[in-house]
């Protein structure tokens, strides 16, 4: 994922067609040490295409794929905000009771 982000940054900033060494120099500047097998099985499967078609492209396919779950997640949402509720409860009469230990009140 660093090489793309490297290469995606290295395209917005303007070069059409970074260059392993482009990529290389812009890890390095933030102390991130590069493999450069890694760089090149990149640079070839992007040689030749547009970023933006592939981004446009990626985007459709994920569009496509089925998140579902949503609303499974809800549900015990719901329950966990009911437990925190009362272990907030707890934990406030806890406080309460250890003033009470201290062996003076503010008033007294």
């Known amino acids: 994922m660093k090489y793309l982000a490297a290469y ?11 260059a392993a060494s482009d990529i290389t120099s812009l890890l390095a500047t933030v102390g991130i040490e590069a493999e450069a097998e890694r760089i090149e ?3 070839a499967q992007l040689a030749g ?6 981004i446009a492209e990626g985007t459709g396919k994920l569009a496509s794929v089925p998140s579902g779950g ?19 409860e707890k934990k ?17």
Not at 49 to 54: C, F, G, H, Y
Not at 74 to 87: D, L, R, V, W
């Open 41 to 43: 099985t990149l640079i």
């Open 49 to 54: 295409k547009d970023i933006n078609e592939l």
């Open 8 to 18: 995606l940054l290295l395209t917005i900033g303007g070069n059409a067609a970074p």
């Open 92 to 108: 406030e009469e806890a406080k309460e009771e250890s003033d009470d230990d201290m062996g003076f009140g503010l008033f007294d």
């Open 70 to 88: 949503a609303a499974a997640a809800a549900a015990p949402a719901a329950g966990a905000a009911a437990a925190e509720t009362k272990a907030e």
